[in-house]
Structure formats: C-alpha cells, structure tokens
C-alpha cells in the first residue's frame, strides 16, 4: 500500500472495523470474614522486605525503511522513552533496515537467533507464515486480551482470526484499510491536459489514448515504472494467500475453486497489453526502484502509477509525498481478503527480553493517538505544528530531519493525525469500506504450506525466471510454456493439496 503512507504493495509498485462489545476484568477486595479476638499474648510480626519494582527493560523494534533512518531518529526514541518508561516501564529502541537489504538482514538475524523483540512482518515480506513455521514468534492469544484490551477490542474476533496458523495467533494486526481497491493515481495536472475521463476509465486499455498523448506531448515516460498489470481484484479475484501469489479465486464463487492465474485469458490479456505499452515507451528501459522513483515524480518526469488502495481522500497523502497534484481511480471493487489482513502485522519474536512488556507496547502503538503519531511524524513543535488541532489536523516542518512515511506500518492508522484539512473524516469513511466489502469466499482461510513447501519453492522459482524479462520480451503466447513450466516444478500438486484444504475448512465452518 496505506503512504505517506504507501500500503505494502506499493512497495512492489507505491491497509480498523468497528469496535467490538468486550469487558475488563474488575479487581476487587479480597473478602473478609468478622474479627475474632486476639490472643493475650502475640509475637512481635517478623520485619519484611518491601517488593521491589520490577526492572525496566529494552523492547528493540525491528523494522524497514527506504533510509537507514532519519537523522532524528534518536530524538525521536528519547521522546517515545518518555512515555514508554511511565506507562509500560520499558525503553524502546527503533531498530531500521533499509528496504533494499531487508529481507537478508532480517532472515539473518532470525537465523542466528539475534535478540530483538518486535519486528514487522506480512504475507508479502519478512514472511508471516516461514516465521511461524519457524518457530519465530509466541503466540499472542493470552496476551493480547489481557494486556493490550483496547487493542484486542478494536476489532472483532473474525478480524483477529485472518491471521492465526492452525489456530494459534502470531501476528499483531496493523488496522488500515484491508481490502486492496486496485487501481492508479496520476497527475492531476496531466489529466486534465490531455483530457482523460475518469468517470470513463473501467479497465487498462481505456488511459491508452491518454498515455500516447503524455508520451507525445510532455516527452516523458509516462509510467513510473513496469507495472504487472494483472491484479487479481480488478478482474473480480482475490488472492488466498500472498505467499502463493499465483492462485486466486473468484470473488463471488461459493466453491472456492483455486485457480491457477496465468492459466486465464485476463492474465493473457494484460501481459500483451503490458507488452504493447513497453514497446511504444509509455514504461522505462528497467525496473525502477522507489528510491529513484520518488524524486522523478517530484521532478515532473513520472505521469501515472499503480496504486493499491484508492481509499477516501488518498490523494492528498500521496500529493504529500510525489511533490504532485494527484488524482486517483480504482479499477476493482472492494474484495476482504485474509491477505488484505495479513499483510501488515507486528510479531513478538521468541527471543523477547519480555513478551508482557511488548504486548503492553502493541497496546500504546494502537490505541495511544500521541504514541502512534510521534513514531509516524516525529516531535511536535520540532517535525509538525498543529494547523487544526480540534480536527486533528497537522502541517509537517519543511524538510523535516524525521518522516517515515509508512504509518501503516506501525499500529493503528486510524489514529493518525491528517495532513491535509481535506482529509478530515476519511478514517470514518475507510472503515466503512472495510465494514462493506464483499469477504472473500477464503477468507479466513490460511493454507498449511509443509505438505508442497519445496513445490512452492520451486515454482516461485520458475516464475522469477521466466518474469526477469517481463513483458518486454515475452508475449502472451508464451505463457503455455510457462505453465508446463510452473506444472512441471509442482504447480498442480500445490493446486491440489490447497483445494483440498479449502474444501475442508468449508466443510468446517
């Protein structure tokens, strides 16, 4: 994706329900029964010791960035210690990778058994369900309601159920907007130029003149990079499990058949359009990174770009960061996916200093609005000034030394503060989005991957091989033998022993 807040695919190209009925447990007194008469003669009561409070700790939190950090970062941790040390007696150390190494450095650091304490995870990176597999992570089912109540009750159990393995729950749920309503943002300035009609644009093939007129016109590329085209909810699918990206299932199929994606004619349909679009240099040469991506929107070289999530008033956060007027447009409808759920989460890795201490934190991270936001945009007065303070509106210091830009990432975004007045209401809106969408028939649903892990492996592999070229060079009447391929690594097996499991958890519910 959610970018400032760029939501977790959006990381590939650029993520909350209503709150459920639930108790505190009460503490009281300790009975008592009617006094009895004391003895005549009684020894002196022997001296004790007063408990001692227990020791602070250090809860170390793991997570990636497009920078090794921001130059204020350690200001930052001072303030959030501030808190942290009254509230949950505990300091927390922000721990930042840079993106482009993330997954190695994390695999590592898991590998070698390293200490930290939280860490981010998702479907789609830092794998959510290998470090379960693993042995990675504790269990968070006793936890979460006994020392993070508020966060535990701020979405309903079916939520919380989206993310627990064989019926134990790992990951701490990052509220966003859940289902991925794909599509593109654009400049606004460009749009209206070139005349493109949004109200008329339903599927790709529909910019094309639009695209050839920016080309032509402005003597830039058009796309801010190569962008797969085929996604599973524009064309009424859904993803069962990100981790096996190439299995969807129809959005409105109460079967739940699994099916494999590149076997279908819209998959087909896209690649000769994605094809098409690279040849007339509406795309770059290569793949570009965001890192580079970035700056080129902010030097007006960058026209469109695949967007995940066309949530209410999401083009004044991405304005924020592409430097640009934006405008955006959703391709699909809103599909609630167990992946859209799982694809932001906090772990608690089995080498925690306390894993009392770390829920405690989940619980300030997703229902503490200051805590939330001073690890999203830093230090008021010093990173941001109140511009609306009863409508919780902010304005970023210019050229701040601190701006994650992934509040996604961290906890509860619906507690983050608007950057732009015209914001206002738009947490309220998405929750009613992700209240609306249509479920996925899988939802819920989370495959036990052990009995086909190396045929999952091994296709992921062929399809890295045959992708590395990507539309440039392959056309859509290749794809069978990129199916024999994949079929030949165990692509049937994996359909297979997924539908079986489907089949079951249906049967179960």
Known sequence: MSKQNFSRREFLVMAGLTTAAGVLAACGAAPTTAPTAAPAATKAPEPTTAPQP???????????????????????????????????????????????????????????????????????????????????????????????????????????????VKGKLYGAINQQMFPKTWGFLARKDLVEKYKLDLNAVNRWPDIEPWLDAVKKGENIIPWSNQPNLYVQEIFSAAPIDDGIGWIQVGKDDKTAKAVNYWTTPEYASTWDLGKKWYEAGYMPKEQVKEEVSRPAWAAGKSAIGMNPVTKPHGEFEAQAILKQEIVLKSLSPAILTTAGITATLTGVSRTTNSKEAAAKWLELLNTDKPTYNLLCIGIEGKHWNWKDKAKEVIEQVKDTAYNPTTD??????????????????????????????????????????????????????????????GPKAKAASELPKMVDAMNGAGATKVLTEMQKQIDAWLKAK
């Not at 504790?138 to 993070?148: G, Q, T, Y």
């Open 54 to 164: 227990a020791a602070m700790v250090t809860l170390t939190y793991v997570y990636p960035q497009f920078t090794a950090q921001s130059p204020d970062q350690g200001l930052v941790e001072e303030a959030i210690d501030k808190i942290t040390k009254e509230k949950i007696n505990a300091a927390v150390k922000l721990m930042v990778l840079e993106f482009a190494s993330w997954n190695d450095k994390i695999t590592l650091m898991n590998a070698g058994g390293e200490q930290y304490d939280l860490v981010y995870t998702a479907n789609w990176t830092n794998d959510y369900y290998k470090n379960v597999s693993n042995g990675q992570f504790v269990a968070l089912d006793d936890l979460l309601p006994s020392l993070a109540p508020g966060y535990w009750k701020s979405m309903p159990v079916s939520t919380w159920a989206a993310s627990k």
């Open 408 to 469: 996604w990432m961290f906890g509860n975004q619906f507690n983050a503060y608007y950057r732009d007045e015209r914001q206002v209401g738009s947490w309220d809106e998405t929750k009613k989005i992700n209240d609306s969408a249509t479920p996925s028939p899988t939802l819920g649903f989370v495959m036990d991957r052990e009995p086909v892990k190396n045929e999952i492996a091994a296709v992921a592999a062929v399809i890295t091989e045959f992708t590395n070229y």
